[in-house]
C-alpha cells in the first residue's frame, strides 16, 4: 500500500463513518487494485460486505458513501459499479503532481520507514573447510538483497555470517593437520606467536576429505580428533585453538573471495563465538522444567513433531556426552541477539531443508519466554538449486559446483557473447570496457535469475537462460537502464537543475501507464519489507522496462515540441532512475554503455 492508497482508504473510511455513524469508524474499506483498468484504478468493496448488517441494498451503501467522500483532490468523481463497488480513478493532474514532486528525489519517493528498529540478517553462513555450494550462494544473494533493502528503508541492519566453525569436525581437521604438517611450528609457547610460517594448506575440501577418510576408517585417529574437540572446545589449549584459527583463516579467505566478486558486506559471528553462552542455555533451560533426560541427553519435546514412529520428538540440548549441537548455539545466538543486540526482527536466510530446524528452536525459545512480545523471528526459506536434469545441480563429473567455477563460468559465456555482439555491429571496445561490462553483466546474470525466482520454489541454473538478452534476465534489464539513460542523455538537459516550470505532463495513454508504475515503486518496496521476496522487486522493474518500452514506441521524444519534449525526457530519467535504484536494491550494478 503506498501513500495515495494509505490517503484514500483514510477518506474511504471517514465517509463511512460519516454516512453510518461513529461505530463504523475503522471498518475496513476494502480498497483494492481495479481488476480491469478501464474502471479506473482502484476499487472499494466494503458496500458489499456491509449489506447484510445495515440491511440495505449494497449499491445504496456505495452511494451513501461516495455521497460523504471528499477525494476531488485526488480522483476523478467516483463511479458506482456492479453490484456496488465504488471505482476510483486517479485525476491526470494528481498523477503529474506527485512525479513532480519524486522527479528529483534521491529516494524516488519512497519514504523511510516511520519505526526504523534493530534487524538482523543471519544469510550466507557457509561452513568452514566444507564446500560453500549453490545453496550457500542462494542465501548471500537473497540475504544480501533482503539486507539493501531493510538498510534502504533506513533500518539500523546487523548482516550476520553464522559461519560453521564449530562442530566436531574440527577435532579431525585439527588433527590431520598437526599429522600432515610434524613441523608445524604452533608449538611455540611465547604467546601470540603460534602461528609459524605460511602453512598453505591448499584445497581446503581435498584436506577435509582426507582427514574425513582416516577418521572413519582410523580408530587410533578418531580417538586423538575427540581429545582435539575437547581441548578445542574447552579453550583451554592455545596449540589446538592456535590450529583451529589457522583452518579457518584458510577458509576465510576462500569465502572473501567469492563476497568480494559479489560484492557483499557480512559481519562474522561464527557459532563459536557463542560458546561461552551455551552452558546458560541449558541451565536457563533447565529452570523452566522444559528440559528431560533422554538416554542421557537433555532434551526439550515439541509440539506438532513427530518420528516415523509416530512417537513425540524431542530437540536435543545437550549430548549424552555433554557436548552441545547447532541448535543450542541458535538458542544462544537468539539470546545473544535480543539481549544485546537488542534486535526486532531477525530473519534467517537458508534453504527450506532447515525448516523444521527453524520451528523447533524457535518453539522451544518461544516456550521458555525468551522472546518479548516486539522481537519477531522468520525463517526465510528458499527452494534447490537444479541442474537441466530437474536433479541437484553438479557438474557433469557429479561434483559439486564450486563457486568461483560457477562466477567464471558466468563471465566468460558473458564475454564471449559480447565479443561475438561486437564483431556483428562492427564496434571496437577496449580491452578495459570487455572485461568490465563481462564482469558486471555476468555476476549479475547470476544474481538476477536467483532473485527473479519466487524464492521458496526450486529453479533450474541454466547459463543459457540467465544471459539471455530477452526475458526477465539482468542483461536484459541492464540494456534497459543503458537505453533509457542514453535517451535522456541523448536530450542533453540538466535535470538536476531544471527550473520550477519544466513539468511532467501526462498526455497519451501509455504516458500514464508508465507514470502510475513509477508512483508504485514505494508500494513494492513496502511489501518486500514485509513479505521478503525480492521476486517482487524483479517482476516490478521488468514490467517498468515493458512500460516503458510501449511508452518510447508511441511517443516520439526528442522529435517532440516544448514543453513535451522536456516533459518526455524527464519521463526517460525518472524511469532510468527508478531502474538504477532498483537494481542497486538487488546488488546489481549498472552500467552506461554495453
Ligand atoms: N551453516 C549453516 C549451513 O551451512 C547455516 C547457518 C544458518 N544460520 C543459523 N543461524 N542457523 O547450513
Known sequence: MNATQEQLKQKLAQALAAAFGAEYTGVDPILVTASNPKFGDFQANVALSLSKKLGMQPRAIASAIVEKLDISDICEPPEIAGPGFINLKLQTSYLEAQLNAIKTDSRLGVPKAKNPQKEIVDFSSPNIAKEMHVGHLRSTIIGDCIARILEFRGHDVLRLNHVGDWGTQFGMLITHLVDTYPDIGLMETSLGNY??????????????????????????????????????????????????????QASRKEFQEIYDRLDIKLIERGESFY?????????????????????????????????????PLPLIVQKSDGGYNYATTDLAALRYRIQEDQAKRIIYVTDAGQANHFAQFMQVAKKANWIPDDVELVHVPFGLVLGDDGKKFKTRSGDTVRLRDLLDEAVSRTRADLEARLTEEGREETEEFINNVADVVGISAVKYADLSQNRTSNYVFSYDKMLALKGN???YMLYAYVRTQGISREGN???????????IILKEETELTLAKHLLQLDEVINEVEQDLLPNRLCDYLYNLSDKFNKFYENCPVLKSEEPIRTSRLMLCDLTAKTLKLGLDLLGIKVLERM
Open 493 to 503: 538537459i540538466d535535470f538536476e537543475n531544471l527550473g520550477t516550470d519544466a513539468k
Open 473 to 475: 534476465t539482468a542483461p
Open 195 to 248: 602461528l609459524h610460517g605460511d602453512i598453505n594448506i591448499g584445497d581446503l575440501v581435498e584436506f577435509y576429505r582426507e582427514a574425513k577418510k582416516k577418521f572413519d576408517n582410523d580408530e587410533e585417529f578418531r580417538e586423538r580428533s575427540r581429545q582435539a574437540v575437547v581441548s578445542l572446545q574447552s579453550e583451554k589449549e592455545p596449540f589446538t585453538t592456535a590450529a583451529w584459527n589457522l583452518i579457518c
Open 275 to 311: 560458546n561461552p553462552y551455551l552452558p546458560a542455555v541449558v541451565e536457563d533451560l533447565e529452570k523452566t522444567g522444559l528440559v528431560e533426560e533422554n538416554q542421557g541427553a537433555k532434551c526439550v519435546f515439541l509440539d506438532g513433531f513427530t518420528n516415523r514412529e509416530g512417537e
